[in-house]
């Protein structure tokens, strides 16, 4: 877990107060920790304009926007590109930049993208070890 800063003190508009207090009882955190949340979100919103996030509050996730993808989704298809922007670019429905986007987040929060990138990877074996009640269906071409 990263260091914490030190702790300070803010006064919030009471309209806003009220916003993030009932969004602390909804999620069942701190009002600390809501905060840290959206002022994280928003700060990578700014750091990288064209991410924005989206999901449940305990599932939060960046992608890009203009697209249906998600961060990882579009590292993933880079890698499957070997890297090469243009390329994807090329053959795919997304832009130079939007490819280009996502790998720079990726490059800032490598964890965070490549655990989801892994799972996405996972072996039909390695879905069967962690989710045994499912079937595998093979389909012949």
Do not use: N
Request: with cysteine.
């Amino acid at each position: 877990m990263p260091a914490k800063s030190q702790p300070f003190s803010v006064r919030l508009p009471a309209r806003l107060d009220a916003r993030i207090s009932a969004l602390a009882r909804q999620t069942r955190r701190s009002k600390a920790a809501v905060l840290e949340s959206l002022a994280d979100e928003a700060d990578r919103c700014r750091r990288y304009p064209g991410i924005a996030f989206r999901g449940s509050d305990w599932a939060r996730r960046p992608w890009v926007i203009g697209t249906g993808l998600d961060v990882w989704e579009v590292v993933r298809a880079l890698q499957d590109f070997g890297g090469d922007v243009e390329a994807m670019a090329r053959q795919t429905d997304l832009s130079a930049h939007q490819v280009s986007l996502a790998a720079a987040y990726r490059a800032e929060f490598p964890d965070e993208v490549d655990a989801a990138v892994a799972a996405d990877r996972r072996s039909p074996d390695e879905l069967r070890h962690d989710y045994p009640f499912i079937r595998h269906l093979a389909v012949d071409g």
